[in-house]
């Protein structure tokens, strides 16, 4: 199966961008990728997804306006570009794959391979 690796991460200060990407050990056609993320002691939150050949983004309402994900299967790799962010935006992003998408929901349960995460910091 395929192994997922995020980078991107980092500390930047409110109203900033960042741009995360999620690279795959393979092609990614028949994936649904999601972008979630985890403060401790809270349960992982989705934050956006995409189907790599069908599209149907996803985004929560916190990543509403403010979030873009796309992806570039000649890489192998989904992206979340991410602006104006916010200190309520601090967490470790994880990517995961599956292989169901909505454009209406993303529960974490969907999703069985995971990377690791990477943390984002954003200063007020």
């Known amino acids: 199966q395929a192994q997922l690796t995020a980078s991107g991460g980092g500390l930047v200060q409110a109203g900033r961008s960042l741009r995360l990407s999620c690279e795959a050990s393979?092609?990614?056609?028949?994936?649904?990728i999601g972008w979630f993320r985890q403060v401790p002691g809270k349960e992982r939150e989705g934050v956006s997804s995409?189907?790599?050949?069908?599209?149907?983004?996803y985004y929560s309402d916190s990543a509403k306006g403010r979030f873009t994900i796309f992806r570039d299967s000649t890489k192998n790799a989904v992206y979340l570009q991410m602006n104006s962010l916010k200190p309520e935006d601090t967490a470790t992003y994880y990517c995961?794959?599956?292989?169901?998408?909505?454009?209406?929901?993303?529960?974490?349960?969907?999703?069985?391979?995971w990377g690791q995460g990477t943390q984002v910091t954003v200063s007020s």
């Open positions: 995961a794959a599956g292989f169901v998408c909505s454009p209406y929901a993303l529960p974490p349960g969907a999703f069985n391979i």
């Open positions: 393979e092609n990614l056609d028949a994936y649904c």
């Open positions: 995409i189907h790599v050949s069908r599209g149907m983004p």
